[in-house]
């Protein structure tokens, strides 16, 4: 049974519609990847599942529940959270204070306990606890981004292109770290358009101009002849 679902939906910013009439689905515990050109809809697909965006047409369930009409704050409540594009740290706070942040609708006790965690998770985190987070490298800055939306605990993970633009090394670190989440059940939905990243998804999406246009085991949606020539070549 699928754990979260986005039926029929339709989104855009104002007059402007990006996504039409699409459906989409993850599995609990899986990590469904979404891939596509720039402008096909996918972190406007991020936006809408953590309610960041309205949906202006169809709905969204999560274990059964439609969450269509809570706002952001309900939905992270209930398990989402949203590792977005180009990280949106609080620059000017230092590491610990980022993370804080995360937890920011949590008991003040259980947060500490979470950032333990994230800490062991990425121990360069606990290094440079005090450090301000805008001088921080671009692949620490995005481990810090990836470990404030785990300070939650959430049921969903949604990672906007979370390796873009960082070292090797660090995005080894970075799948460890979801394969990880994936086997505590963590359902994850990943956009990305790293062939590294690609091998660890369990299923695929293909994203046109707001449409699924392919869907299925991520080695038979990747290697299909439309989707290497728009994506890939």
Not at 65 to 79: K, P
Not at 182 to 200: C, D, R, S, Y
Request: with cysteine; aromatic share 6%; hydrophobic share 40%.
């Amino acid at each position: 049974m699928s754990y979260l679902k986005v039926l029929r939906a339709k989104a855009g910013y104002g007059r402007k519609k990006v996504i039409e009439g699409l459906n989409f689905q993850a599995e609990k515990g899986k990590i469904t990847l979404v891939v596509g050109p720039n402008g096909s809809g996918k972190s406007t697909l991020a936006m809408i599942i953590a309610g960041l965006l309205r949906l202006s047409e169809g709905s969204i369930l999560l274990n059964g529940e439609d969450i269509t009409h809570l706002v952001a704050e309900e939905r992270a409540r209930r398990g989402i959270s949203l590792v977005p594009e180009r990280r949106h740290l609080f620059s000017e706070m230092s590491v610990k204070e980022n993370l804080l942040m995360g937890g920011i609708y949590l008991p003040t006790l259980q947060v500490e306990k979470e950032i333990k965690k994230v800490y062991r998770l990425f121990p360069v985190l606990k290094m440079r606890t005090h450090q301000i987070a805008g001088t921080l490298s671009g692949g620490e800055q995005q481990m810090l981004t990836i470990a404030r939306a785990l300070i939650c605990n959430p049921e969903v993970l949604i990672l906007d292109e979370p390796c873009r633009g960082i070292s090797y090394k660090l995005i080894e670190k970075i799948l460890r770290v979801l394969l990880y989440l994936k086997e505590k059940g963590t359902t994850i939905i990943l956009i990305e358009q790293n062939a590294e990243v690609m091998e660890i998804a369990d299923y695929a999406y293909a994203m046109q101009v707001g449409r699924v246009i392919a869907r299925g085991k991520p080695q038979k949606v990747l290697s299909q002849k439309n989707i290497k020539t728009l994506f890939f070549e």
